[in-house]
């Protein structure tokens, strides 16, 4: 029996015993504490939502990721194509101008060549004292070493040197710099 003091009064009597009994009363339901240790499927946590969710999407994510990244690449495949034919173009034009260039240089050499064997060698080593030293080489070059020895000859010795210099490293495989 509960012994009551003069001072408690019935309210808080029976709060005090209120705990007590609402103990007793759950411990007597069985599966009471089982039920809240187990969560129903219903009910999840937003931290498992938010795990779901993540879980949800990761792959489609990926996808589209990927889906952009492709699409991506494809746009600069497609540029690198564009500028490889543009090259491509560029470098047909150029290789065109070259030949046309080398066919020219190859009709004027020989046509040069022909004036100077015409000339006198006094004359000719005054006009190719004047002109580049690579010129004034390759013309002496095809001419025959009779009229390239009298050309020299009537040359300034300074240039004849560096004129012989370059004809001498011409034909050496190993040089491929101008001596001058």
Known sequence: MIRLNRDMTVAELLRRSALPAAAVL???IPGAFAQEAQKPEGDITSEDEIKQFCTNIADPARDQR???????????RADIDTRVAEMDKRKAEYQD???RRDVFLKQAEAGLTDIYKN???????????KAKTEIAAAVIMR???RQSSLILNEMDPEKAAVIANIIASASDPNTSKDPS
Do not use: I, R
Request: net charge neutral; glycine share 4%; charged share 25%.
């Open 66 to 76: 990927y889906l952009l990244q492709k699409q991506e690449l494809e746009k600069l």
């Open 119 to 129: 000339m006198k060698p006094d004359a000719a080593a005054l006009q190719l004292e």
């Open 143 to 145: 001419l025959g070493p």
């Open 97 to 99: 101008w070259l030949k």
């Open 26 to 28: 759950l411990l007597s």
